[in-house]
Nanobody, 123 residues
């Protein structure tokens, strides 16, 4: 599976962005998908995840109520709608795929990664 993330950019605090992650390969619908973010000097942080059916959508506490993850298996794409953005949300955002839901908060458990897209939130 190859992943291509897009949709990052510069936005003012309180604004919104929608990230997309398009996957190649016919087995996209079988993967648990996650969004992570990373700032320089820190470990990659789990943001949100979604099961193959869309029925399970765990979030990090820091984004709960502001971010929404979704997927369209027909389009091989997973989305991250980010609302009420804060300067602390500034990071490079990565999408990732893994074959099951075990340990989904652990970045080392993921099999495939996109290239990252930069989100900058100005105050």
């Amino acid at each position: 599976v190859q992943l291509q993330a897009s949709g990052g950019g510069l936005v003012q605090a309180g604004g919104s962005l929608r990230l997309s992650c398009e996957a190649s390969g016919r087995t996209f619908s079988k993967y648990f998908m996650g969004w992570f973010r990373q700032v320089p000097g820190k470990e990659r942080e789990f943001v949100a995840g979604i099961s193959w059916s869309g029925g399970g959508t765990p979030y990090a506490d820091s984004v709960k109520g502001r971010f929404t993850i979704s997927r369209d298996n027909a389009k091989n794409t997973v989305y991250l709608q980010m609302n009420s953005l804060k300067p602390d949300d500034t990071a490079v955002y990565y999408c990732a795929a893994k074959a099951d839901m075990m340990n989904y908060r652990n970045s080392r458990e993921y099999d495939y990664w996109g290239q990252g897209t930069l989100v900058t939130v100005s105050s």
